[in-house]
């Protein structure tokens, strides 16, 4: 098992496809900072609200050049039905091997109802320009997860 990822790491690369299999890398969008977030399931009440809420800010980000993009091990097709079923404006990657998910520490063992069976640990990783980790939020809990991540966006740009 490679060592956690922390604050200050460079960012691994990916190279996955979004809902109408295009690939995107990492070093697509090297110049940029960028919002990284796995999430555990399409059209799921937690994953659906953390979506919309990422798509809430959107417009507020593009307009500083800050792309949002979700990482789940659905299919593009699904991604594709949830993007249209809720008006998404956020970019989804489908990893469907979890490959990108393990690579970032978000695969991880997992208990409900009793059973424990491997899934993502929903996780948002906040990468500068130089694609150097600048923030990482673990076992994230939805309710104001967007805010708290967008402040330290707001903060480290202040400051870097």
Excluded at 14 to 31: E, Q
Excluded at 116 to 132: A, K, N, W
């Amino acid at each position: 098992m490679n060592e956690e990822l922390k604050t200050g790491d460079p960012a691994p690369n990916l190279n996955l496809p979004d809902h109408s299999g295009t690939l995107h890398t990492l070093a697509s969008h090297h110049g940029s900072w960028l919002i990284l977030y796995f999430y555990p399931k399409d059209n799921t009440s937690a994953c659906t609200t953390e979506a919309l809420a990422f798509s809430a800010v959107y417009e507020e980000l593009s307009e500083h050049g800050v792309p949002v993009i979700g990482i789940s091990p659905d299919s593009p097709e699904s991604h594709k039905k949830f993007i249209e079923k809720h008006d998404l404006k956020i970019t989804l990657l489908s990893d469907e091997n979890h490959s990108v998910i393990e690579t970032f520490g978000a695969w991880k063992l997992k208990k409900m109802y009793g059973k424990e069976y491997m899934g993502v640990e929903r996780s948002t990783f906040l990468i500068d320009p130089e694609g150097i980790i600048r923030g990482i939020w673990r076992k994230v809990k939805v309710k104001g997860h967007v805010e708290e991540v967008t402040e330290r966006l707001s903060d480290l740009k202040r400051r870097i």
